[in-house]
């Protein structure tokens, strides 16, 4: 199949467009706008600034892509949105480009999903297999790990790390980090265990998620300092890459402390 413009969408010159490219009717596609190889545009999507779209990504009616940061702090600096391969971007989406505040990029990974109404905002770096749930959004400079999870209607503050598989409940405000394998929930979110589905369909073995586990319980137990429980859990289960994977996430703390399990009544 052969790229298809529809005669009533606007590309601007500099425009580049890739091979069996479709852009559907009323679509804008600005002149520093990138399509890679089988993009389709459906209809009524704009496309904007130092945006690069991967190939085989789709966008839906009315998403709004690549326009300027709602940040104060943005002042017209060139800065970029990457968007990586075969990923499903759905109606009324918006996703922004980096600032001068951060490195300058905001940037997705492949095959994520992006359903109606989500929002990535400026300097967000998003891993691969994302998939985000109809209006969750995202502050900005957040970061996302491969194969998480967020739920619809949720929100993450600014600068929050949410790990590789963790997944968020629907209606969450998440203001603290999110451990690798974790579930969160609540109206302010709590750390309400594993995510024991997304493990299984992910191929651990019950046996590395038993292992998993036990290094959770040992991690959140409340005996000691964290960073006591942490050299703990470092010492017990040395040989399991999962369990370094999180242990690694903790100690690269930026801002925000790891979100934790709700307190018990007294």
Same mark, same amino acid.
């Given at each position: ?34 399509? =890679? %190889?089988? #993009? ?8 904007? !600034?130092?945006?690069? $779209? *991967?190939?085989?990504?789709? /966008? ?66 998003? =891993? %691969?297999? #994302? ?8 502050? !900005?400079?957040?970061? $996302? *790990?491969?194969?998480?999870? /967020? ?116």
């Amino acid at each position: 199949m052969k790229t298809q413009i529809h005669p009533t969408a606007v590309i601007d010159n500099g425009a580049v467009i890739g091979n069996n490219v479709q852009i559907g009717p009323y679509c804008v596609v600005g002149g520093e706008v990138t399509l =890679g %190889d089988d #993009v389709v545009l459906h209809s009524h999507v704009a496309v904007a !600034g130092c945006t690069t $779209v *991967g190939a085989g990504t789709h /966008i839906f009616p009315f998403a709004s892509i690549g326009h300027a940061p709602q940040d104060l702090k943005f002042h017209g600096e060139k800065s970029e949105l990457i968007i990586g391969k075969n990923n499903m971007i759905r109606e009324h989406v918006t996703m922004n480009p980096g600032t001068a505040g951060d490195d300058l990029k905001t940037i997705t990974g492949d095959n994520c999903l992006f359903m109606i109404g989500v929002h990535i905002a400026h300097d967000c770096i998003i =891993g %691969d297999n #994302v998939i985000m749930a109809n209006n969750a959004t995202l502050g !900005g400079h957040v970061h $996302v *790990g491969d194969h998480a999870v /967020i739920g619809g209607l949720s929100a993450v503050h600014q600068f929050v790390r949410i790990g590789t598989r963790a997944v968020i409940g629907g209606t969450t405000g998440v203001e603290n980090d999110v451990i690798p394998y974790g579930r969160v929930k609540g109206g302010r979110a709590f750390l309400a265990g594993l995510n024991l589905i997304g493990l299984e369909r992910g191929g651990f073995t019950k046996d590395q998620i038993k292992t998993l586990q036990r290094a959770f319980k040992q991690l959140f137990n409340n005996e000691g300092t964290m960073e006591e429980r942490m050299k703990a859990v470092e010492e017990d289960f040395s040989t399991e890459t999962a369990v370094m994977e999180l242990i690694e996430f903790a100690r690269k703390k930026t801002r925000f402390p790891l979100c934790q399990p709700a307190r018990k009544a007294a």
